[in-house]
């Protein structure tokens, strides 16, 4: 018993941490229709802010939020430069586009910093762990577990109550009639990717103080299990990347956790043929959104 | 006419020096994607090995050489093409890049045109045995560094390990051998967890061993970034003291600035700068032409891929015939290079090297010595 719930702490920390990273992907989809797999190298890009900020001596809680505004600021540059332009294009001008961007940005990064990874230092004290109830719990599970619920909670108030929050409900439902109403496309379109970019930032920084190093091509893997949970919650649904987030970290760590040994070598295609059997049941995803299909402007 | 054309062709062939004017050099590594970590590095090293080499007159005095390169992306198909256009440009030696998989994905090409090629870092003694005559590796085997390390926990008194790898790569199944090697020194494997390339949480790996019912007085790895790192902190935060053991592959930086965490990590690489050693005076000419310390011994390691193939040259007699090279490499004795002295006689194309073992001590290196491993103890290639 004290195994299964420390095992699903674990899935709690991993969990949210897909949660954010779904969530980025699902806002800017919400609105626009465009899945950005350029998602990881705005982790990437706080990823080596954290780096430089340790090698410039400044600490910790200082690098965070210069992370988090550092990658707040190349999702808006991303939009304005690269998906502005193919913002009327189809989904699959949009897409290539998002790949393009991701692989420009892999190769500046390898040519211009270093192809090989780099350490970040991080405060010594996320190495370490805490005793609750009987169970060992590093500080980095608990930072993820908290920073989660932080972002949840500020979202959710975002959106139900700030101004440009009600407009990006309103354009995903229905951007025609959301324009007709004065709400400026620009300014929803450029929010998204600000909120996406925040949310990249956080996840960023949770990733790296598990990691310790940043590299060029870090950024892939996390887009793709972000992918997958959008997918599993329901493509365009907040909530739904919410829910996906956190039943692909379910997933994922009770299979490493409870799968005989000699089944383990199978772990991945066992788990995201789970994935796949939920999709049978729910073809819309978990949560789907009410309008699926996003509409250009 | 055409008698006089072929005399005096025979007459200018009998009369050239047997030292060719160039070698040409053909390197279809990965400058971009998954193995640029790897190969970036080492083509560094081949730079200033070369750049060194011509310097003093090329090779012997007379044979200068020439390097062509080609990015492949760390992609096997891309591998395939980019030597095929190296090959028809007429190379005398090919290096290729430092997996395994895209190393293998060129073999059909290199045994046809009958050229030696060598890949930057591969490590898996598998190499050589399915690339044939052709192939060579420029890197202690897995096997070897599973044995140094195997041989070097059991001289600790540690009796019971638990190994974690990866079946993504023949690389990271580095621990099997470690397993094999320290049953067979009376050891005990406790268990065994597997993970994918890539992986981000270990935490679920790490509490299953923190509740084993007996800890594992080392656990054996050849995971490297950014999988050890996460790894490590999981075990230590998840409450598991036990001695980590590694290969080469967290030779890096990284390995180092983990704090609290990394202290104490033992791995097993390709050398150690010891004052007055080969490998600092390297590093110290790393500096000298980059402006920055060699954050990496895959440098170094390019520098003695060079120096393989100069010797091969000398040993030729100054010859660029492919296949007169690759005969000359297959008979290697002792070359001299940055890390260690090198010898392929007698083996299959899988080089015999000095395997050196580290200690994370205060952020930096402990040197705990070069053993070499005992051959009966050292486990055949396995095939996956």
């Known amino acids: ?297 | 006419m055409k008698k006089l054309l072929t005399l005096t062709a025979i007459g200018a062939l009998l009369a050239a020096p047997s030292f060719a004017d160039t070698l040409r050099i053909g390197a279809a590594t990965a400058q971009t994607g998954g193995l640029a970590p790897y190969d970036a590095p080492v083509m560094e090293g081949i730079h200033i090995a070369i750049d060194e080499i011509n310097a003093a007159g090329g090779i012997g005095g007379t044979t200068k050489i020439e390097l062509i390169e080609k990015d492949v992306r760390s992609d096997a198909a891309q591998t395939s093409i980019a030597v095929q256009e190296l090959v028809d440009t007429g190379i005398s030696a090919l290096i290729l890049p430092c997996d395994a998989d895209p190393a293998l994905a060129a073999i059909g090409i290199v045994s046809s045109a009958e050229i030696p090629a060598i890949s930057t870092c591969a490590s898996s003694p598998t190499l050589p045995m399915i690339g044939g005559d052709y192939m060579f590796a420029n890197f202690p085997g897995d096997n070897v560094q599973a044995t140094v390390s195997a041989a070097w926990a059991q001289e600790q008194g540690h009796d019971t390990a638990y190994i974690i790898y990866s079946p993504d790569s023949q690389y990271t199944t580095m621990p099997l051998y470690f397993a094999e090697v320290f049953e067979k020194m009376g050891g005990t494997v406790l268990g065994q967890d597997t993970h994918s390339i890539g992986q981000q949480d270990f935490s679920a790996i790490a509490t299953r061993i923190a509740a084993l019912p007996e800890q594992p007085d080392v656990i054996m790895t050849s995971s490297y970034e950014p999988d050890f790192p996460s790894m490590l902190k999981a075990l230590r935060s998840a409450g598991v003291t036990s001695q980590m053991i590694g290969s080469d592959g967290i030779d890096s930086p990284t390995t180092f600035s983990l704090g609290e965490a990394g202290e104490g990590v033992v791995f097993t690489t390709a050398g150690y700068a010891e004052d007055g050693s080969p490998l600092a005076a390297f590093n110290a000419k790393y500096k000298e032409t980059t402006g920055s310390e060699s954050e990496t011994v895959f440098n170094a390691v390019g520098y003695d891929l060079i120096k393989v193939i100069e010797a091969a040259v000398l040993a030729a007699d100054g010859s660029t015939d492919p296949k007169a090279l690759r005969d000359a490499i297959a008979n290697l004795e002792n070359v001299q290079g940055a890390t260690s002295a090198i010898t392929y006689k007698g083996t299959d194309g899988m080089p015999v090297r000095q395997v050196s073992l580290i200690r994370v001590k205060d952020a930096g290196r402990e040197f705990l010595g070069s053993p070499s491993p005992d051959a009966a103890l050292i486990p055949a290639p396995r095939m996956q």
């Open chain 1, 1 to 297: 018993m004290d195994i299964f719930l420390q095992q699903t702490v674990n899935a709690l920390a991993l969990g949210g941490t897909y949660a954010l990273l779904a969530l980025g992907l699902a806002v800017v989809f919400s609105i626009m229709g465009l899945i950005n797999f350029a998602h990881g190298e705005l982790m990437t890009i706080a990823g080596y802010v954290l780096m430089y900020c340790g090698i410039a001596g400044v600490s910790f809680v200082v690098a965070v939020p210069l992370a988090l505004m550092a990658s707040v600021l190349a999702a808006v540059l991303m939009e304005r430069i690269a998906f502005r332009p193919v913002r009327n294009g189809s989904g699959a001008t949009m897409l290539v586009t998002s790949f393009a961007v991701a692989m420009i940005l892999q190769v500046l990064f390898q040519n211009l910093i270093s192809t090989r990874s780099q350490p970040v230092l991080l405060p010594a004290m996320l190495s370490d762990s805490v005793h609750i109830a009987g169970m060992v719990i590093g500080v980095n599970k608990l930072a993820a577990i908290i920073a989660t619920v932080v972002m949840l909670v500020f979202l959710d108030w975002f959106m139900k109550h700030q101004k440009t929050g009600i407009a990006m409900r309103a354009a995903a439902e229905d951007f025609a009639v959301a324009r007709l109403m004065g709400i400026r496309a620009n300014t929803v379109i450029a929010g998204a990717f600000a909120l996406s970019g925040l949310l990249a930032g956080v996840a960023a920084v949770l990733w790296v103080s598990q990691r310790a190093s940043v590299d060029p091509l870090m950024g892939f893997m996390p887009v793709l299990k972000a992918f997958i949970a959008a997918i599993l919650g329901g493509l365009g649904s907040l909530r739904g990347a919410v829910a996906g987030g956190f039943l692909l970290g379910f997933i994922e760590i009770y299979l490493s956790a409870f799968l005989p040994p000699e089944m383990q070598e199978f772990r991945e295609p066992i788990g995201l043929g789970i994935v796949v059997l939920v999709l049978l049941f729910r073809p819309n995803g978990l949560i789907p959104s009410a309008t699926l299909k996003a509409e250009k402007v």
